[in-house]
C-alpha cells in the first residue's frame, strides 16, 4: 500500500468514495459531488490517499491552525491555548470493501508524522458513535472528550500528539 499526497487527478475518485463513506449508517449524509469538491478545495487542508496497484483504498484530510482559530471556525470548545498550534484531523475514510485491514490506522499514523514535522502541539478529532473509529478514540489514553454536538458528534482532544 502507498500512502500519498492527492493529486488533482485524484479528485473524482477521491469524490466518489467520499460520497460513499459519508452516505453511509453512522452519517447517513448526503453530499452532492459540487460540495464534496468544495471539501477537496478547503483552504489550509490537506489531503492523503492510500492505494493499491492504483486503487483508491482511503483518504486522510486535516491541517495544523491556532486552537483559536479552529474555535472560532467551528464554533468548538477547544481546551488548549487559543495559541497552540493544532493538529485538526478533518476528514477520514476507507473503501467499504477494505475496512477493518488497518487502512485506516495506516493513513491516520501517516496524518500525525506530518503534522509531527510541521510542529503540532496538539490534536482534535470529531466522530460520532457507530463508526470504525469511534473504539480507539473513546479507548485511547491520549484523547479526553472536549465537546459533545446536539447530533450526537463528539470532540476528542489532547495536547500533544496521541500515539498509535
Known amino acids: 500500500m502507498q500512502i500519498r499526497r492527492?493529486?488533482?487527478?485524484?479528485?473524482?475518485?477521491v469524490i466518489s468514495l467520499y460520497g460513499k463513506v459519508?452516505?453511509?449508517?453512522?452519517?447517513?449524509?448526503?453530499?452532492?459531488?459540487a460540495n464534496i469538491q468544495r471539501q477537496l478545495n478547503q483552504m489550509h487542508i490537506d489531503w492523503w490517499i492510500a492505494l493499491s496497484k492504483s486503487k483508491l483504498l482511503g483518504f486522510v484530510a486535516g491541517g495544523l491552525t491556532s486552537a483559536g482559530v479552529l474555535s472560532k471556525?467551528?464554533?468548538f470548545s477547544v481546551q488548549c491555548p487559543p495559541d497552540i498550534q493544532l493538529c485538526?484531523?478533518?476528514?477520514?475514510?476507507?473503501?467499504?470493501?477494505?475496512?477493518?485491514?488497518?487502512?485506516?490506522?495506516?493513513?491516520?499514523?501517516?496524518?500525525?508524522?506530518?503534522?509531527?514535522?510541521?510542529?503540532?502541539?496538539?490534536?482534535?478529532v470529531r466522530t460520532r458513535p457507530g463508526t470504525g473509529n469511534?473504539?480507539?478514540?473513546?479507548?485511547?489514553?491520549?484523547?479526553?472528550?472536549?465537546?459533545?454536538?446536539?447530533?450526537?458528534?463528539?470532540?476528542?482532544g489532547c495536547t500533544g500528539l496521541p500515539r498509535l
Open 6 to 13: 492527492m493529486e488533482p487527478t485524484d479528485h473524482e475518485a
Open 22 to 33: 459519508f452516505g453511509e449508517v453512522p452519517w447517513s449524509e448526503q453530499w452532492s459531488q
Open 73 to 75: 471556525q467551528f464554533n
Open 88 to 124: 485538526y484531523l478533518a476528514e477520514l475514510g476507507t473503501s467499504p470493501n477494505h475496512r477493518r485491514q488497518g487502512i485506516g490506522r495506516q493513513l491516520t499514523r501517516h496524518f500525525l508524522e506530518v503534522a509531527r514535522k510541521r510542529g503540532a502541539d496538539a490534536f482534535c
Open 134 to 156: 469511534h473504539p480507539w478514540y473513546e479507548d485511547s489514553p491520549d484523547l479526553s472528550h472536549w465537546q459533545c454536538y446536539p447530533d450526537g458528534r463528539i470532540l476528542y
